[in-house]
């Protein structure tokens, strides 16, 4: 089993104002400046409040069962559903991984919020998903250059609780990562703490793709966040 | 209506806190929904009359907006602010019961899940439709839903999840609340949650979004 740890900067990252801006909706430029004035105390912070942390382990695949939409693991059957099946099928192997903002910008979130200051929570909590997407970004480009050398491809991330695979399954998952890295606890209700955490699968191997947009592929058809990037 | 509660209307709807607030820009300078709130009071406005007849439909346009898609959450929630900030004036007056609001909202995240935004946009949102708010934060158990509503007979309660696996205590609190209190009104919400799931687990209402749960109580109330 291979693996890898990464520890990002927040500038690493390059996340910037208006990405942000448009994940809650904005067009370019619609944004108010109450908000943009807020984010950008929001990201000049974020360096210090945030401890960025990702990780993969690369597990071969065991078998697939085409009738059950699943896959082995080690000694875990994983069922994956439909959609991701038809995604993973030609892996392998596959990668797990896990990847987190840190507690405290969480935290910094829930205390404005109870303050009284409910944009600014808001806004805390958004940086704190947008951050740990754009990590696992960089995860993923790792994970993707590495394999590259040996011809082989990765397709995009998963996650349990996506398109048709039941979030209960991060249970075998956590089980498959020796060394939790990156410190999160998964609750019996299957939450991830820190919140502004994610986790999943990737596949590897030499007839895979990684498509350039999934949107189409998730089920949850009245996403607000749909037309955007996710 | 009165000049006084159209411009105080107006702050709450675009988000006017006070008289230091820099947005709108064309606004600046100006009171805001904190001043205008104590000058309609001043004035010997009735305090329900200032939450009827301008907080209330303030917060209603701004809902509406936020359903339709055409503002987002920041502006909701500097409505809100604004909102607070004139509520915070009236309260005294609900708290000696020379005014009232319309009835008590219980909220929280139920049991084994950790999420509060949605909850808290619910909660405000149907504060500002006038209803008194109790929020319990988050992961709360049937316990302490049933402990509230003996508490505050005839509450409303509202319930929110975000993932599959914790919905699943909201069936587990809906039945607890429905064995000791069968005419309770139990709202759900939150992103897995659906009216399919609603009607299956015995709730009375759904909504993807906070306006419909504060039209849904307005009925109630009439
Ligand atoms: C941003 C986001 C993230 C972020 C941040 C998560 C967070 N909350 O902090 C990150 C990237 C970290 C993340 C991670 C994960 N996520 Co996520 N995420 C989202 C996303 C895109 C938006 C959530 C959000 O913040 N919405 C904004 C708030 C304001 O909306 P809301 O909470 O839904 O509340 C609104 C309504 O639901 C309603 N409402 C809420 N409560 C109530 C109550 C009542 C009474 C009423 C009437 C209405 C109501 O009103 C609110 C305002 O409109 C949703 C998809 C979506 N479009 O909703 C998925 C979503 C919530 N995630 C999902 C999943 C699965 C995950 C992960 C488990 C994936 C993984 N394996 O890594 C992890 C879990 C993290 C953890 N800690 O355990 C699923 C959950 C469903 C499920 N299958 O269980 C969703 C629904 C996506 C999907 N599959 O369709 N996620």
Known sequence: MTNARFQYRFSDLNLNITQIESFMGYKDGESHETVTELLSGILAEAEEICDIRAEYHIWPVASFNDSEKSLSLDHHTFNIGRIIYGQMKRSGSVALFLCTAGREIGSKSRKEMREGDLLKGYLYDVVGSEIVEAAADLMQESLEASVAGEKRRITNRYSPGYCGWDVAEQHKLFRLIPYNFCGIRLTPSALMDPVKSVSGFIGIGEKVKRLPYTCSLCDMKDCIYRRGRR | ?222
């Open chain 2, 1 to 222: 209506m009165n000049e006084l509660l159209e411009k105080l209307s107006r702050c709450v709807e675009l988000g006017k806190t006070d008289l230091l607030s820099p947005y709108p820009p064309d606004m600046k300078g100006q009171d805001g929904a904190d001043e205008l709130a104590k000058k309609a009071l001043e004035e010997g406005i009735r305090p329900d009359e200032i939450l009827e007849k301008s907080l209330i439909p303030a917060m209603e346009i701004v809902g509406d907006k936020f359903s339709r898609k055409q503002i987002y959450v920041p502006q909701m929630l500097m409505a809100a602010k604004a909102m607070n900030s004139a509520m915070k004036h009236l309260k005294p007056y609900f708290q000696s019961g020379e005014a009232k609001r319309k009835g008590k909202f219980i909220i929280g995240t139920v049991a084994g899940d950790l999420h509060d935004i949605g909850k808290n946009l619910v909660s405000m949102m149907i504060e500002g439709g006038g209803w008194e708010v109790i929020d319990l934060g988050v992961d709360v158990g049937s316990d302490k839903f049933l402990r509230t509503i003996e508490e505050n007979p005839g509450a409303v309660v509202g319930l929110s999840a975000l993932l599959t696996t914790t919905m699943e205590n909201m069936r587990t609190t809906v039945t607890a609340i429905r064995e000791r209190y069968p005419d309770a009104k139990v709202l759900v919400g939150g992103a897995p949650v659906t009216m399919e799931y609603c009607n299956k687990i015995g709730a009375d209402f759904y909504s993807p979004d906070p306006q419909g749960a504060v039209n849904y109580l307005k009925q109630l109330a009439t």
